[in-house]
């Protein structure tokens, strides 16, 4: 078999540059994927109930990078959800992120804006040298906030404790002192109004693509010429873990399907202090699907199973940087996603950086 360009992985990453490839160049790309299904992590399907799930998780696409929205948008139209969470906080269920709802519902208060920004300084701890999320919350909040918000969450879904965790974690938690709840506070946002897998397909009509599912890609590789491969699958899998394997945590989803219209009065609560799990998801609150049924999503996170969030310490980061400087002297080789780059990446930024690695390093 000969093509130009091989993607391995058919998530957003490989499917963002694959119809790139196809699109602007008119070249062929196979695109080889391990699992049954195109989407990666995006994946969503209907259950045996007729109702559309999340596979992976929940996802709620947001950005403010407009040339990610219209790239995406030629392949899907938006519903208009903006994603709300509540957290269940001593017995009570409190808007998140941390806004004046938040603070006035926790202490029973009536603050307005300007009170509650007072309110935050005094309770925030000077720290000179923010390292970790637990400073980075310490110095926002303070230490009863980050006790009922943060800590205990974070410990279940990293396995570890915030001080050992590096900043970018709670900084994708905005602290506002507005009465903003939206969870997200970006210009575009919504959830594809068909789903994502629906979206991933129409991102593989063009001709020029061939996909090869259930397929690891070292089945098949040494059987095909090739001239580029973009791989987005785990970089320690790529070298063989010649340095070791890189950490990943994972979760264990567990969906329940309950026989009533509605479940919970948000469509994600988050549970940072109670239960194993971390949030509750409710489909339907998503999608807007009607259903006389809803299912909803337990996630228990974990240390083995499908590598979903590359691990943020030092310790990781450095150890992937000896596969970095192998990366690097790579000629046919580019790598690309959250699993490749071994970074947090949401949706818009895996295809930011895929749509850039086609600009600079195929197109360019
Ligand atoms: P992936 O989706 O992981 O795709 C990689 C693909 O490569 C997979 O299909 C895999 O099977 C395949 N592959 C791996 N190894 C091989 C191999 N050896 N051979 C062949 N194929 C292989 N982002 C948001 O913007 N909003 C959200 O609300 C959000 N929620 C999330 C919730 C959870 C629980 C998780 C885990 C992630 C969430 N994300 C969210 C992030 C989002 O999932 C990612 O940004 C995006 O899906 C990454 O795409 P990717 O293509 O880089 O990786
Ligand atoms: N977080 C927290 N409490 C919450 C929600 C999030 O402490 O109620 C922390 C936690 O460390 C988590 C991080 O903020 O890993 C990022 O949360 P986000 O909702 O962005 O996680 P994702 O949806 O990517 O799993």
Known sequence: MKYNYVVVGAGLAGLTIAERIAEVLNEKVLVIEKRNHIGGNIYDSYNEDGILIHNYGPHIFHTNDKEVYDYLSRFTPWNDFWHRVLTQVDGNLIPMPITVETINKLYNLNLSCEEVEEFLKKKAISIDDIKTSKDVALSKVGQDIYEKFFENYTKKQWGIDPGEIDTSIISRIPIRSNRDTRYFSDKYQGMPKYGYTKM?????????????????????????????????????????????????????????????????????????????????????????????????????????????????????????????????????????????????????????????????????
Request: charged share 30%; net charge negative.
């Open 200 to 364: 991933c397909e129409n991102m593989v009509q063009n001709k020029n693509i061939k996909l090869l599912l259930n397929t690891d890609y070292k089945e098949v590789i040494n059987d095909i010429e090739y001239e580029k491969l973009i791989y987005t699958g785990p970089t320690d899998y790529f070298y063989d873990y010649k340095y070791g394997k890189l950490a990943y945590r994972s979760i264990n989803f567990v969906f329940e399907t309950h026989d009533k219209e509605d479940y919970q009065p948000a469509p994600v609560v988050n549970y940072p202090n109670d239960y194993d799990y971390t949030r509750i998801t409710e489909f339907k609150k998503l999608t807007y699907q009607e259903h006389k049924k809803t299912t909803i999503l337990k996630e228990f996170p974990c240390d083995e199973g499908e590598p979903y969030y590359p691990f943020p310490t030092k310790e990781w980061k450095d150890k992937f940087s000896l596969y970095q400087e192998d990366m690097k002297k790579e000629k046919k080789v580019l790598f690309l996603g959250r699993l490749a780059e071994y970074r947090y990446y949401n949706m818009d930024a895996v295809v930011r950086s895929a749509l850039n690695l086609f600009e600079g390093g195929i197109n360019g």
